[in-house]
């Protein structure tokens, strides 16, 4: 996080990104070698991450180009906002998924089925000459 804050301050957004993949892929290794089942924080701190890296490219965005329009910050924080709430719900639902894999319960199966007809339904609608 050191490399992250020196990256901001030094306004070297490429340090500063690359800080947060490293903090990123830091926390991936950590949980392979230790093995954990699902960790439940990881979709916050993805988004926490991506946050840090918009904010800070923002930031060295405002610096070095000429002044905003009117209204234009506003629009900026409203989209960062639907951003990491969509990244967190992105992260919560996948992360839920793989819960509900891991358990191989009938709610699976079902959702196996399911898929299966889909699947040859559209198969058929495909094969079936259009008129």
């Given amino acids: 996080m050191t490399t992250l804050l020196a990256g ?37 701190l993805a988004t926490g ?21 009117p209204g234009l ?15 967190l719900a992105l992260g919560t639902g996948l992360l839920s998924l793989a819960e509900v894999v891991r358990a191989q319960g009938i709610a699976v199966d079902a959702a196996g089925a399911i898929a299966a007809v889909a699947a040859l339904t559209l198969l058929l609608v495909a094969r079936e000459p259009r008129r």
């Avoid at 993949?21 to 439940?40: F, M, P, T």
């Avoid at 991450?49 to 329009?69: I, K, M, N, Q």
């Fill in 73 to 87: 910050a506003e629009r900026h924080v409203t989209w960062l906002a639907v951003l990491a709430l969509g990244s």
């Fill in 8 to 44: 901001a301050a030094l306004r070297l957004p490429r340090v500063a990104t690359a800080s947060v993949a490293l903090v990123g892929a830091g926390y991936g290794i950590v949980l392979v070698v230790d093995g954990r089942e699902l960790d439940l924080r990881a979709p916050v």
């Fill in 49 to 69: 991450l991506l946050v840090v890296a918009e904010l800070v490219l923002w930031g060295h965005e405002r610096r070095v180009t000429s002044p905003d329009e």
